[in-house]
T-cell receptor, first 108, second 112 residues
Framework: EDQVTQSPEALRLQEGESSSLNCSYTVSGLRGLFWYRQDPGKGPEFLFTLYSAGEEKEKERLKATLTKKESFLHITAPKPEDSATYLCAVNGYQKVTFGIGTKLQVIP | KAGVTQTPRYLIKTRGQQVTLSCSPISGHRSVSWYQQTPGQGLQFLFEYFSETQRNKGNFPGRFSGRQFSNSRSEMNVSTLELGDSALYLC???????????FGPGTRLTVL
């Protein structure tokens, strides 16, 4: 069965303090790894799709990378508005499996 | 382009009742998936529809069902509600053949 494990569960950063979120996965036949951002009371907002090991994508202060077993979401010089829960998901053979998420809090 | 819309946004029901949730996908998206989100379990896949046919199904009891109409709009029904069904129900749409899903705001269901 496909599995996604995200760590840490929660992360508190000072504004400007860069860090990384981890997503470990096992999947039969990876058809894409996704990162989403979710604000309280809202649906997940799509950020990135990665397809193969070595691939990287960037958007503003976020950079997502992929290896054969893990993905990282690097946050450079975060701002308070980056506070949210970040979800990782893998698209396997028949369905998309999500991790529990990392709740990020950026303090001014 | 308008995003995925879900109605109603909030619902309060009592145990034993049934409920129907509605989802309108992004125009041109023919695949609709449903998820249940709870604090302890995260997003759990319920089912996916394409061209009015259920393509995939998650590990939920038969009380959870859905359907899709010819205009790609989808409904989800939960019968004989239990306290544990309290959750945020999310709908996501995508063009068939694409992997990226786009989510609606969700319906917050509370079962008393």
């Amino acid at each position: 069965e496909d599995q996604v494990t995200q760590s840490p569960e929660a992360l508190r950063l000072q504004e400007g303090e860069s860090s990384s979120l981890n997503c470990s996965y096992t999947v039969s036949g990876l058809r894409g790894l996704f990162w989403y951002r979710q604000d309280p009371g809202k649906g997940p907002e799509f950020l990135f799709t990665l397809y193969s090991a070595g691939e990287e994508k960037e958007k503003e202060r976020l950079k997502a990378t992929l290896t054969k077993k893990e993905s990282f979401l690097h946050i450079t010089a975060p701002k308070p508005e980056d506070s949210a829960t970040y979800l990782c998901a893998v698209n396997g053979y028949q369905k998309v499996t999500f991790g529990i998420g990392t709740k990020l809090q950026v303090i001014p | 382009k308008a995003g995925v819309t879900q109605t109603p946004r909030y619902l309060i029901k009592t145990r034993g009742q049934q409920v129907t949730l509605s989802c309108s996908p992004i125009s041109g998206h023919r695949s609709v998936s449903w998820y249940q989100q709870t604090p302890g379990q995260g997003l759990q896949f319920l089912f996916e529809y394409f061209s009015e046919t259920q393509r995939n199904k998650g590990n939920f009891p038969g009380r959870f069902s859905g359907r899709q109409f010819s205009n790609s709009r989808s409904e989800m029904n939960v019968s004989t509600l239990e306290l544990g069904d309290s959750a945020l129900y999310l709908c996501a749409s995508r063009p068939w053949g694409d992997n990226e899903q786009f989510f609606g705001p969700g319906t917050r269901l509370t079962v008393l």
